[in-house]
């Protein structure tokens, strides 16, 4: 699984722990996914192409490096996904935000797409697909599937918390996609969420259970 990294960094790992607390509200439930969306972009980006400009500095001219390259979007797989995009926003602010909008049936627990809507030029950008979670891995693989029908090339995924279950079926679907991953846990529950995993991630960031 050579596409797959998981983050080491101690600051993530102790914000996903403070995520995961039962007595964590919502206003420092939603901060702490901003963070580490974030944090993690900081690693996820680290690839991005710069090319040399001369500028003049208060002491003298110099050629330095700015960003050069895709330009970038970023797509949050509605609900949760969109309480990452303002992290990795605060890093890349010229960004472009696509949408889509996937739920999952409590019963069978696949999921439903509901919407899409994608920036323009989407096969010549670097996509960024954010969900904080990958449980069974359904809604990002098919999340990715539709971004790739639309024209989508060139795609980085990240998910605050995996499920190996849902890592396999997403890397077996899309080897070709690289995949950040905050931290992975053990495994999935008989309703299909991560254990131990942070409960309903889109109800914890819009208080809405
Ligand atoms: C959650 C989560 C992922 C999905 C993960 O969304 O944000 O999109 O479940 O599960 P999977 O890997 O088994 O597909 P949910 O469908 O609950 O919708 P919401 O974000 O609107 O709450
Ligand atoms: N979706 C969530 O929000 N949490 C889980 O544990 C699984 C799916």
């Not at 920036?119 to 599937?145: E, K, N, W, Y």
């Not at 029908?149 to 990240?158: D, N, S, T, V």
Request: proline share 6%.
């Amino acid at each position: 699984m050579e596409n797959v990294h998981i983050m080491q960094h101690p600051l993530i790992k102790h914000k996903i722990t403070m995520l995961r607390m039962e007595s964590t509200g919502t206003s420092e439930f939603r901060k702490l996914v901003e963070e580490i969306a974030m944090l993690m972009g900081y690693e996820a980006l680290a690839d991005l192409q710069t090319k040399d400009v001369e500028i003049r500095t208060p002491v003298e001219e110099t050629i330095q490096p700015v960003l050069d390259g895709r330009k970038i979007a970023i797509v949050p797989i509605l609900r949760a996904g969109l309480g990452m995009v303002g992290g990795i926003l605060s890093l890349v602010p010229n960004a472009k935000v696509g949408h889509i909008g996937m739920y999952r049936d409590e019963e069978t627990h696949l999921p439903h797409p509901y919407y899409c809507k994608l920036p323009p030029f989407i096969d010549q950008r670097l996509i960024v697909v954010v969900d904080p979670m990958l449980a069974t891995g359904g809604s990002l693989t098919d999340a990715v599937s539709e971004i790739k029908a639309q024209g989508g090339k060139h795609i980085k995924c990240m998910c605050i918390i995996a499920a190996p279950e849902g890592v396999k079926l997403f890397t077996e679907k899309h080897p070709d996609v690289e995949l950040y991953i905050g931290a992975m846990d053990r495994c999935l529950n008989s309703n299909a969420y991560i254990c131990p995993g942070l409960g309903d991630a889109g109800d914890r960031i819009f208080g809405t259970k």
